[in-house]
């Protein structure tokens, strides 16, 4: 069986640029991802179905050999709607998630936020970025002066993340040390 | 075709009637209760079908039918024999309890109008999804009832669209379609190796591919399914995106979504890919599903997230028991499938009324549960010691089956899965005590930061029936709900009859296992399901 190389080329391409992009964090980007995969497996079972031939109309006196395999075309145009359906929820999943929380991103989890925010968890040791320890948080919170150090957004995100557990910490240990218990900085986490 | 037409010849009539009934209850949809009635009696109307399949399987043993009658194995076939009438059975008859609960809920709160009404639609399609997956007889009808099934399943996860389920969406959506995709990828694999995807033909031509393509094929079917059956290292996207959604809802999926891919592994672990080439890495991913699950399962607060780690961690025995290979233990894993379907429903039926009850399923802020609602304690405790495997419940049967299993098999790596199944049941046994001794035994005043609903209930003499006593309690979850009813009867009896269900497993068992011994025989031995497709003589 010969083998159509640009096919194959094209369907590598979908493949790899829709797998780069499902794995960002913008929820259009993933989209587009799942789109550009949905495609490139499309073309994939187009090559499984064996060289090209005629169309798979029968006509009398023709030899069963010079038709193309009419299977995985069926195949194909079921994935198409199926991905189109899919496409179609995802777009509007999106936009409610827009419309939520103005962002293209996916939000946090909150139950993951909250296990970070039990006594197990030791934002020092356990916080991917070093807390910044300033005693003047503005500091670290402006943009600008981050950007100057050539620091990505993504970086300062993180960042504001750590020093706002931080605070949430130095704030929960004075309670403590003012003798208020545990249960209390429980319920304020929730 | 001929002659009298027997049970089997209505098979489509399964995925059929759901379908039509959605169609008629989305048109209905401005007419809540005739939507009900047509939801639940297209329900009905199914599962009395699927016993009559169910019956007929079990004196004939396989049988297929071929849509439009196109000649195997060009055309769809729907294949029924034991395993899958027995899987049709129990999950109509689940999503039949979880849907009656589910209407129970909806007229209690009266929330009737709204985005609400898409779901009995969407909950119909899902079952037609189900069904479908079920009875495919090829790799890409499978396909296409795991994207029908799917699909509902985005629907109803993020009914309402609020903050927490849209963001469980999102996650439980991309994970699912990439999942689908490498499936996907697999068939159309399968198809340039071997240029079929009838499953009873894959059987037959798949054993003359080339070991290596074998291989990959064979894994990739086996990720694919893993992702939807919740497997060790593919499950972490469930505990995130079940408990988000509403408790009638996550309890459907609990009990049949990720069964649809333990069966779909099942199915293509005995048809396509018998041998035990991949049984020892199956048995480590089995052995970390179930530790990993459960260890999950006791770090959680949240009662609904508590089961849902419980759940996949279950998935493990399932897997054992189809990593270990025997006839036995693949009987007790058909036993079990069912008993945990059943079983893991209830105690999410059970978890949305805990939540109606004590305004929440945190544990740490319930108490008193036992005392203020007896029923509710018993719906709890029954399912709960079944899920932990007490004898002489249904769950220490099949567990006993596996293990029974594991001891044949007398390998090294078999008897740490053993220990690690022991200790899996004894930690969920752990779990569920833990939920009972809060929710269910302390006094609600030393829970930290309890609903009112619990406290003023308790200290009001009798307890309360309706929320008109925390009607004026702004601190009160369900402050300003009037008297709507605490526990709807509708929902208890549903609940009931699901507990019920699951202790008839028990009462029963002997025939079950008698059934699914015999469904595991016929799955070992290949040939009535490919005879069944492909007639006498055909394939292999």
Redesign the interface.
């Known amino acids: 069986m010969s083998v159509n190389v640009t096919l194959l080329v094209v369907m590598g391409v979908l493949f790899a640029t829709g797998i780069y992009l499902?794995l960002e964090r913008s929820?259009t980007r993933?989209l587009l991802g799942?789109i550009l995969?949905?495609n490139g497996?499309n073309l994939?079972?187009l090559?499984?179905?064996g060289p090209e031939g005629l169309a798979p109309i029968y006509s009398a006196g023709t030899p069963p050999g010079e038709y193309a395999d009419p299977?995985?075309q069926a195949?194909i145009l079921?994935?198409i709607v199926?991905t189109f359906?899919?496409t179609a929820?995802?777009l509007a999943?999106?936009y409610?998630?827009w419309v939520?929380?103005r962002r293209d991103e996916?939000?946090d989890?909150?139950?993951d936020r909250r296990?970070a925010e039990q006594d197990t968890f030791d934002f020092e040791e356990d916080s991917e970025v070093a807390v910044e320890t300033s005693e003047f948080p503005e500091d670290a919170d402006d943009d600008g002066a981050l950007a100057r150090e050539g620091v990505s957004r993504q970086q300062a995100a993180a960042r504001e993340a750590g020093e706002r557990l931080a605070n949430d910490f130095r704030q929960a240990s004075s309670e403590e040390s003012a003798g208020t218990s545990n249960?209390q900085r429980?319920?304020k986490a929730? | 075709m001929m002659g009298n037409p027997t049970a089997v010849d209505f098979a489509p009539l399964a995925v059929l009637l759901p379908i039509l009934g959605a169609a008629l209850a989305f048109v209905l949809r401005r007419h809540p209760r005739a939507q009900r009635i047509v939801t639940i009696g297209a329900l009905c109307l199914t599962l009395v079908l699927e016993s009559w399949m169910l019956v007929s399987a079990w004196q004939h043993g396989a049988q297929a039918v071929m849509i439009g009658g196109w000649a195997p194995p060009f055309g769809i076939s729907l294949v029924v024999d034991e395993f899958s009438a027995l899987m049709l059975v129990v999950s109509t008859a689940v999503s039949l309890t979880v849907l009656i609960y589910a209407t129970g809920q909806g007229m209690a709160d009266g929330d009737e109008d709204g985005p609400i009404s898409v779901f009995h639609p969407a909950y119909l399609i899902l079952v037609a999804g189900v069904s479908n997956a079920f009875l495919a007889g090829d790799l890409f009808n499978l396909y296409v009832g795991f994207e029908i099934l799917l699909t509902a399943s985005y629907v109803l996860l993020t009914l309402g669209g609020t903050t927490a389920r849209i963001r469980a969406g999102v996650t439980y959506v991309v994970v699912s379609v990439v999942s689908s995709v490498l499936f996907l990828v697999a068939i159309g694999m399968i198809y340039a190796a071997t240029g079929t995807v009838n499953m009873a033909d894959l059987a037959g031509k798949l054993a003359d591919v080339d070991p290596g393509t074998q291989m990959v094929l064979h894994v990739m079917l086996l990720v694919a399914f893993g992702v939807k059956a919740a497997v060790f290292p593919l499950s972490f996207w469930l505990p995130d995106s079940y408990p988000t959604a509403p408790a009638p809802v996550t309890a459907v999926f609990a009990g049949l979504l990720t069964k649809v891919g333990v069966y779909a592994m099942i199915r293509t672990e005995t048809l396509l890919f018998p041998g035990d080439r991949l049984h020892t890495a199956l048995m480590v991913v089995a052995l970390l599903t179930m530790v990993v699950g459960i260890l999950g399962a006791l770090a959680q607060a949240d009662f609904k997230r508590m089961l849902s780690f419980t759940l996949t961690s279950h998935i493990g025995y399932m897997v054992f028991g189809l990593a270990t290979g025997s006839l036995a233990a693949l009987a007790a894993t058909i036993y079990y499938v069912a008993h945990h379907i059943i079983v893991q429903t209830s105690l999410f039926l059970v978890a949305g009324l805990m939540e109606r009850r004590g305004g929440t399923t945190n544990v740490d802020r319930l108490g008193s549960l036992a005392k203020l609602s007896p029923v509710l304690a018993v719906l709890f405790f029954v399912p709960a010691m079944n899920l932990g495997g007490i004898p002489p419940f249904s769950g220490f049967l099949g567990k006993l089956g596996l293990l029974r299993g594991g001891v044949d098999l007398g390998t090294p790596l078999a008897w740490v899965l053993l220990a690690g199944a022991l200790a899996t049941s004894l930690l969920t046994l752990l779990a569920v005590a833990r939920v009972w001794n809060r929710a269910f035994w302390r006094r609600a005043e030393d829970a930290e930061d309890p609903d009112p609903l619990l406290l003023i209930a308790a200290d009001g003499g009798g307890t309360a029936t309706t929320y008109q006593h925390v009607h004026d309690v702004p601190a009160s979850r369900y402050s300003g709900r009037g008297d709507t009813a605490l526990l709807p009867r509708t929902m208890v009896y549903s609940t009931g009859a699901l507990v019920l269900l699951g202790v008839a497993l028990t009462v029963f068992a002997g025939p079950l296992f008698d059934l699914a011994d015999q469904a595991a025989q016929q799955m070992v031995q290949r040939t009535p399901y490919i005879e069944a497709v492909l007639g006498a003589g055909g394939g292999a």
Do not use: H, Y
């Open positions: 499902l929820l993933v799942i995969v949905g497996v994939l079972i090559a499984a179905g299977l995985p195949l079921t994935a199926i359906a899919v929820f995802l999943m999106i409610r998630s939520i929380a996916l939000t989890d909150l139950e296990v249960d429980n319920r929730r």
